[in-house]
């Protein structure tokens, strides 16, 4: 045994700080698993650093609490905007005081440093108290009936179980969900990608470097080789070809003008997968959900993508069927492949982290753990006094833009 707490979180990406943070923050003992050596995911390590927006393109707000926190959080230290390393903050409308007519134009979004961003994550979890464990991997889970009782974890000191009332799976591939035997999809049309910097002359500069890939997850209009995020093999194959393409890149740029000093640095350092497995729960959001109100809702989001959607979560997508204290969070929640690529963006993944977190904080306080024993209303009465969104009105159309 190495330790029993309240909750315990995998995956300390962007849905796993937000529901350790918020888990702690509601009076338990949190504790959050990460295998690599730093927090943020793909948007830190990935140097996928771009918050995308909050609002829902109509100049109306639709996250709050943890979500607003966090992407205020990613450019608090931004001293300077610097388009070319495409380091630039909030946009003025959305600042305090700004105009609201500006904000039906300009959405509410920043695009950070990641590396700002991990450290500024990393203190955000220790000053919360949540227990963080890196360097550790789940490698399987213990049952009992229909509950997880320990997560089986593997690190330096070897193999230990940690006790647990709640679990919250951010691993992003549902990795605990499959191993609890809940059932779940599994994608294979990821392409290569890789998100780095260049030093050119002293000037930093970010690439965005990626095939093209499907919205829907499937591989019409993408462009291959594909690959799955559940199998090693896959996951090794496709960093290798996603850093190849970083050589050609960086051999081009040198071509074209040998004279210039060009210099890489931070390269991505996990891969860079959007859609791998996720939850198959009892109820999945898709498309047809767009603005729909769900009396079980636990957070709002717009769709990246263009200005209008807006779909509200609801608790039925974070919670598994078989496993009675385990909820999904972030990429891996109950969202089929219709609106998988809105539910695995940032500001979803603080969303439903944020939801879980509470979540399971209360079903561990007042519940013995026991998720479907939870009171829905207090648990959506807590999240609008940490700032969350839940209003009907804003699930309705806005009105268009003129």
Same mark, same amino acid.
């Given at each position: 045994?190495?330790?029993?707490?309240?909750?315990?979180?995998?995956?300390?990406?962007?849905?796993?700080?937000?529901?350790?943070?918020?888990?702690?923050?509601?009076?338990?003992?949190?504790?959050?698993?990460?295998?690599?050596?730093?927090?943020?995911?793909?948007?830190?390590?990935?140097?996928?650093?771009?918050?995308?927006?909050?609002?829902?393109?109509?100049?109306?707000?639709?996250?709050?609490?943890?979500?607003?926190?966090?992407?205020?959080?990613?450019?608090?230290?931004?001293?300077?905007?610097?388009?070319?390393?495409?380091?630039?903050?909030?946009?003025?409308?959305?600042?305090?005081?700004?105009?609201?007519?500006?904000?039906?134009?300009?959405?509410?979004?920043?695009?950070?440093?990641?590396?700002?961003?991990?450290?500024?994550?990393?203190?955000?979890?220790?000053?919360?108290?949540?227990?963080?464990?890196?360097?550790?991997?789940?490698?399987?889970?213990?049952?009992?009936?229909?509950?997880?009782?320990?997560?089986?974890?593997?690190?330096?000191?070897?193999?230990?179980?940690?006790?647990?009332?709640?679990?919250?799976?951010?691993?992003?591939?549902?990795?605990?969900?499959?191993?609890?035997?809940?059932?779940?999809?599994?994608?294979?049309?990821?392409?290569?990608?890789?998100?780095?910097?260049?030093?050119?002359?002293?000037?930093?500069?970010?690439?965005?470097?990626?095939?093209?890939?499907?919205?829907?997850?499937?591989?019409?209009?993408?462009?291959?080789?594909?690959?799955?995020?559940?199998?090693?093999?896959?996951?090794?194959? $496709?960093?290798?070809?996603? /850093? =190849?393409?970083?050589?050609?890149?960086? !051999?081009?740029? @040198?071509?074209? +003008? #040998?004279?210039?000093?060009?210099?890489?640095?931070?390269?991505?350092?996990?891969?860079?997968?959007?859609?791998?497995?996720?939850?198959?729960?009892?109820?999945?959001?898709?498309?047809?959900?767009?603005?729909?109100?769900?009396?079980?809702?636990?957070?709002?989001?717009?769709?990246?993508?263009?200005?209008?959607?807006?779909?509200?979560?609801?608790?039925?997508?974070?919670?598994?069927?078989?496993?009675?204290?385990?909820?999904?969070?972030?990429?891996?929640?109950?969202?089929?492949?219709?609106?998988?690529?809105?539910?695995?963006?940032?500001?979803?993944?603080?969303?439903?982290?944020?939801?879980?977190?509470?979540?399971?904080?209360?079903?561990?306080?007042?519940?013995?753990?026991?998720?479907?024993?939870?009171?829905?209303?207090?648990? $959506?009465?807590?999240?609008? /006094? =940490?700032?969350?969104?839940?209003?009907? !009105?804003?699930? @309705?159309?806005? +009105? #268009?833009?003129?």
């Amino acid at each position: 045994m190495a330790g029993r707490h309240d909750v315990v979180v995998a995956g300390g990406g962007i849905a796993g700080v937000a529901a350790a943070v918020a888990a702690a923050r509601n009076g338990v003992s949190a504790c959050l698993l990460e295998k690599q050596s730093s927090l943020g995911g793909l948007a830190t390590l990935g140097n996928v650093a771009v918050y995308l927006p909050i609002c829902d393109g109509c100049g109306r707000q639709v996250i709050g609490g943890l979500g607003e926190e966090l992407l205020k959080l990613s450019v608090a230290d931004l001293g300077q905007e610097d388009p070319q390393a495409r380091f630039i903050g909030i946009p003025r409308c959305w600042r305090p005081g700004g105009d609201p007519r500006q904000r039906r134009q300009a959405r509410y979004t920043a695009e950070f440093n990641p590396a700002a961003f991990c450290l500024a994550l990393e203190q955000l979890v220790t000053d919360a108290g949540v227990h963080l464990l890196y360097d550790t991997r789940v490698c399987q889970v213990g049952r009992e009936g229909d509950r997880i009782t320990h997560l089986i974890v593997e690190n330096k000191g070897g193999r230990a179980a940690i006790g647990c009332r709640d679990v919250v799976d951010a691993t992003g591939d549902a990795d605990i969900c499959r191993l609890a035997g809940e059932r779940t999809e599994s994608l294979d049309s990821n392409v290569l990608s890789a998100w780095f910097y260049t030093v050119r002359n002293g000037v930093l500069h970010q690439h965005q470097l990626s095939h093209a890939y499907s919205p829907s997850a499937d591989r019409q209009g993408a462009t291959g080789p594909f690959f799955c995020g559940d199998d090693g093999e896959q996951v090794t194959a $496709q960093i290798l070809g996603s /850093r =190849q393409l970083m050589r050609a890149r960086l !051999a081009d740029m @040198r071509a074209r +003008d #040998p004279h210039a000093n060009v210099q890489v640095i931070m390269p991505p350092t996990i891969a860079c997968f959007r859609m791998t497995r996720r939850l198959v729960g009892d109820f999945s959001l898709s498309q047809g959900h767009m603005h729909q109100w769900f009396d079980d809702a636990v957070g709002l989001t717009g769709d990246w993508r263009k200005a209008g959607p807006v779909y509200s979560l609801p608790l039925r997508m974070l919670r598994a069927g078989r496993n009675r204290n385990l909820l999904a969070a972030g990429r891996c929640v109950s969202a089929d492949t219709t609106v998988w690529d809105c539910t695995r963006a940032i500001p979803s993944c603080a969303v439903t982290g944020e939801a879980a977190g509470t979540a399971a904080a209360i079903a561990a306080q007042e519940a013995a753990g026991d998720l479907n024993a939870l009171d829905i209303r207090r648990l $959506q009465a807590r999240l609008r /006094r =940490q700032g969350g969104l839940l209003d009907p !009105a804003l699930v @309705r159309p806005a +009105d #268009p833009v003129v």
